[in-house]
């Protein structure tokens, strides 16, 4: 059986005909579905782009040390990993690359188990047939999952698509199990910096929730939503020093290297914080207006405490919200896509310009 035999519909494909309808209004859709950023790729990575531009040879597969060293040094200074080290870092030519390669490239075959939310980015399911290992979805990984059998666990926090963020005693209570069992946890962390409310995210690889160790651990850190750098394509992972050679020896020999540009480009990116507290800001105000405009057209949001959506609900299937809201122009995601338990709720971006927002607003009034 091929590849593409094994794997469902892409999700995105069954769109298109409410894409059509909401295009079709007066004033345009509002396209709120997709997580893409909109905003201006800041003046200071372009400018590194540029600069880099002259690059006749070929990159290194493990990054530049100036990447590497940007890269902990981020982990370090915003999110209190004091243990991250230049020497595990890994650089990704964007974070879902990994997702759905990271089970072929770890050598997980048939009768392994790939672990991940319930609730879930639908890649993690996708890595695990490619690999034609087991993919199963978890509420609680400590009593959902055979342990046996178990190889890769996913964590996504904040969640894509509900926006729910783990403690710091939920992680370490996973961690800790993860590590008596022998599962290596992987932890996607590309929502880290975009936390509203309650409890603020902490990465897998902060001491409060792994101690001295990261030993069996491995977090995935984005650009896309910070630097609005998804065309771009750069992401990087970091964590067990084992686990980052096994797979920068696998992907040496597979070509998987981020171009020398880009790898110039996402070290202005993690070296400049001003952009990215200016980006969150932008994407507050997005989210409050869309956050009370739909509530006050009958949705109920839940969780959404991070990340960059809203996980609404009427009660309804989401088919039927999807298919009212794009009557108005107005695109959103069905929750049916993340999981069998999201069929009553939609995941609504908050991706778009201020001004298509905005008419998204007026458009619910």
Known sequence: MSISARLPVFPWDRLEPYKATAAAHPDGVVDLSVGTPVDPVPDAIRQALTAASDSPGYPLTYGTAALREAAAGYLRDWHGVSGAQAAHILPLIGSKELVGWLPTLLDLREGDHVGFP????PTYEIGALIARAEAVGYDDPLTDLDTARTKLLWLNSPSNPTGRVLSAAELRRIVVWAREHGILVVSDECYIELGWEGTEP????????CGDSHEGLVAVHSLSKRSNFAGYRGAFLAGDPEVVAELLAVRKHAGMIVPQPVQAAMVAALG???HAVAQKARYARRRAALRGAFESAGFRIRHSEASLYLWATRDEDCWQTVGDLSKLG???????FYGPTGQSFVRIAFTATDERVEAAVARLA
């Open 118 to 121: 319930a609730l879930a980015y």
């Open 330 to 336: 107005i695109l959103v995601a069905p929750g049916e």
């Open 272 to 274: 400049d914080r001003d």
């Open 202 to 209: 902490v990465s897998v690889l902060h001491p409060e929730v």
